[in-house]
């Protein structure tokens, strides 16, 4: 029989909630600063910044305690036409005084994402791999898309510091091995800043 592949990463879609709460696509609207350097693609990991801003994730194998959730997409006036535009990604170095970013931030919701080996070639964990904690691919997404191309790694641990947890995996995309191309997570507890008692450290 054909075993269904999967082209590469997307990064991280929302699809639910803990428990099977419905996803209704609800974001919270956080600013990015003017000419902020770093583009963000729409399913990265981001984080908030100590003067309330959004950045990119700042690391993909171990997190601060100030992850806020995923991207998804954004929306600025362009100070040429006034008009005000809504994007699949933010381009690093833009312009605006009002850039804000549409962030899936619910610490309950759980993201389907791709196995991987290396910055982009698929791979697949096992049933067991449910239940560990795994560290993701923060690679640069896709500017012809907008898309994400960040997905977790084929390995999972124990270390506490680790930012996801693999809660399920997705038997559509599953190998010829047996293996699960794609996998179930959400964030681990303490790495995202509205379970975390520590306040947001890093500076924008």
Same mark, same amino acid.
């Given at each position: ?13 929302? $699809? ?15 600013? $990015?600063?003017? +000419? ?5 693609? !729409? ?14 994730? &700042? ?43 549409? =962030?899936?931030?619910?610490?309950? &919701? ?7 080996? +290396?910055?982009?070639?698929? *791979?697949?964990?096992?049933?067991? &791999? ?11 997404? *896709? ?9 977790? !790694? ?30 179930? =997570? ?17 500076? +924008?």
């Amino acid at each position: 029989m054909a075993f269904p592949t999967l082209a590469g990463p997307y990064g991280f879609q929302p $699809i639910n909630l803990i428990g099977g709460q419905v996803f209704a696509g609800s974001t919270r609207l956080i600013p $990015i600063t003017s +000419a902020s350097a770093t583009s963000i693609f !729409y399913g990265d990991v981001v984080r908030l910044n100590t003067v309330g801003t959004l950045s990119r994730g &700042a690391t993909g194998t171990t997190t601060a305690t100030d992850a806020v959730g995923v991207f998804l997409g954004c929306g600025f006036t362009n100070p040429t036409t006034k008009q005000f535009l809504q994007q699949q990604y933010f381009p690093g170095g833009t312009v605006a005084s009002d850039i804000v970013a549409y =962030v899936s931030d619910d610490p309950d &919701a759980l993201y389907k994402v791709a196995v991987l080996s +290396a910055a982009s070639t698929v *791979s697949g964990l096992t049933q067991a &791999a449910v239940g560990q904690n795994v560290a993701f691919f923060q690679t640069t997404g *896709s500017t012809t898309t907008g898309n994400s191309k960040e997905g977790v !790694y084929n390995s999972t641990g124990s270390t506490t510091t680790l930012p996801f947890r693999i809660v399920d995996v997705v038997p559509a995309t599953v190998n010829a091995s047996g293996s699960y191309t794609e996998v179930i =997570v959400k964030f681990n507890f303490g790495v995202h800043t509205y379970t975390s008692a520590t306040n947001v450290v890093t500076a +924008a």
